[in-house]
């Protein structure tokens, strides 16, 4: 018999990062996640989490507009409801509530921990079953010094942590950036992966020479170098280079996808659950790219341990990541608010086992953390 969701909680939690954090937007110095706790009538509980970059710096919503949608929006509808039916629930929250996709990517996290716990079964398994139980995971550099950074990335290859990495760029003029990614790419040789972000940071016409010179240097992928409804300009440089674009911030969900594809894109795109909203609806998005044979990629907005889980459970439902994942965002932060962190080795991440997310929280950390009123 199904229970009924009983309680919903929303928590902002601030957590500092272990070194200043430079995107072409913003700085970080510390992240804020908001945790979701949803209590049904069995006595259950499911966890979720909502979080984004820096504030307002990255998209419309901000950790506190999440707090005060779930609070004073879908808090009223889901009580009382039954918590397994998550279709249902979708329907409901899209039907009175557009957009705010982090927010429901919270919700939709915490109902599947709930079913998985009432089920004694791993979310993958909810989302079809996983593929693989140790998922690939990149680095990204961005302490913005280049002698910094290779440091940083040469001792990471040697204990084995990771050997992809990801370069936050386009805040400084275009041949520095250049300069800074191709040093940093002899350094670390051929075996290493390394990648570039630009946060839609330039026009077309920068982006065409920047990624003249990127794809000389030997880089394997330019993300977003372009302003994110320009599709057209995603389209043409797709189809003027061979070093492949990563579409991000242009794509949230299935159907933008299936636009920009349509159009004549080829690459890959960053799956992100926050964008989509949930990770069920960020695997729709991975059937689009399938389909239209663009590469698939597991994409962060840095979340805590709580939200990296939620969307290794759906990677870890994907045949091919062409491009592996970035769900490195717990190892950026100083602290964690969960039992048992994540086991990262070889170059990626173990997928935690038990019911549920398979994650626990240390109440200790998290009321250490929480932000207080
Ligand atoms: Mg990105």
Request: charged fraction near 20%; charge should be negative.
């Amino acid at each position: 018999m199904s229970a009924t969701i009983q309680s919903i909680e929303a928590i902002l939690v601030d957590i500092p990062t272990i070194r200043p954090h430079k995107l072409s937007m913003t700085t970080m110095g510390v992240q804020t996640m908001v945790i979701v706790r949803i209590k049904d009538s069995s006595g259950l509980e499911g966890l979720g989490e909502a979080t984004t970059i820096g504030g307002l710096a990255y998209g419309p919503e901000s950790p506190e507009s999440v707090k005060l949608t779930i609070d004073t929006y879908f808090r009223p509808q889901l009580i009382g409801q039954p918590s397994d039916n998550r279709n249902t629930l979708r329907v409901m929250l899209n039907r009175s509530t557009r957009g705010n996709n982090l927010a429901k990517s919270a919700i939709e996290t915490a109902l599947l921990d709930l079913q998985g716990k009432r089920l004694n079964c791993p979310v993958s398994d909810l989302l079809g079953g996983a593929v693989h139980s140790h998922i690939p995971v990149l680095w990204t550099l961005a302490s913005g010094d280049t002698a910094k950074d290779i440091e940083e990335s040469l001792s990471l290859i040697e204990t084995g942590r990771h050997c992809d990495f990801k370069l936050k760029i386009g805040s400084r003029a275009l041949m520095d950036d250049v300069r800074n990614v191709a040093a940093i790419k002899a350094a670390v040789g051929e075996t290493a992966s390394v990648r570039v972000d630009v946060n839609q940071a330039w026009d077309e016409a920068t982006a065409a020479r920047g990624m003249a010179e990127l794809q000389a240097a030997g880089i394997d992928l330019v993300e977003q170098p372009t302003p994110m409804k320009d599709y057209a300009a995603l389209v043409r440089l797709s189809q003027k280079f061979y070093l492949p674009i990563l579409a991000d911030e242009a794509v949230a969900d299935a159907s933008e996808l299936y636009s920009l594809a349509a159009a004549g894109f080829s690459g890959a795109v960053a799956l992100k659950i926050a964008k989509a909203g949930g990770p069920a609806r960020a695997l729709e998005q991975a059937a689009v790219a399938q389909a239209a044979g663009i590469g698939l990629y597991g994409g962060t907005l840095l979340e805590g341990t709580i939200g990296t889980v939620s969307a290794l459970h759906a990677w870890s439902t994907l045949d091919t990541l062409r491009w592996g994942t970035e769900m490195f965002g717990p190892l950026l932060m100083k602290d964690d608010i969960v039992i048992k962190p994540l086991n990262f080795h070889d170059n990626g991440v173990d997928l935690p086992e038990g019911p549920g997310l398979g994650i626990d929280i240390d109440e200790d950390k998290l009321a250490f953390y929480r932000r207080k009123a």
